[in-house]
């Protein structure tokens, strides 16, 4: 199952195993903590890490705009990981793969990672504003914890969950959803993760293998 339909503050929306948020309503495609230039700001510090994550994260998103009817994505913060970030390589990829969408509406939520690799170029047409940033029944944030008028999607924290059977485990992504917010995991291909503990309250539901699926309990 590509993706999974829930029912949240009295909308439809679809948790993707791809890692994002699709609501059919708004024709709006979420995505959490992209982290463009991480890698980049890794090899400027000397740490040998993969090129090609900048490529990879764009191909990822053309892959969900093929499959789902598509007016806006809207990034819930860290979209940029450092100011190593404004790389020629790096923006000329962004610049190009904005060209082949240019009808398509990007916001931009700001997170932490945001404030210190500063905005990116006006010339990709990314729509910047502050969070909470309210989207029908939605409070579009990057912190999971602030206080919104309005249901929270969320990312920041990079939820991964240890699904254990046997002597088993698998470290995987999920998302966390709760009564008042969601936690998207991260989609950036090169990010780490944060072992999640769910609440009585909070429903869990994992990525792997282009599936996804909510974990009993």
Sequence with gaps: MKHCSIELAGETLWLLADKAMYWPLGKMLIVADIHFGKATAFRSLGVPVPHGTTTQNLQALDALLADYPCDEIVFLGDFL???AAHAPATLAAMHAWRARHPALRLT???????????DPPASLGIVMVDEPHRAG?????????????GYVLAGHVHPVYHLRAARETLRLPCFLLGPSRAILPSF??????YAIRPLPDEAVFVTADSAIFRVPG
């Design 188 to 193: 950036g291909a090169f990010t780490g993760g």
């Design 137 to 149: 029944p939605f409070a579009l944030c990057h912190h999971p914890d602030l206080e919104a008028d």
């Design 108 to 118: 931009l939520v700001r997170g932490n990672h945001d404030l210190h690799a500063g």
């Design 81 to 83: 990981h450092a100011k």
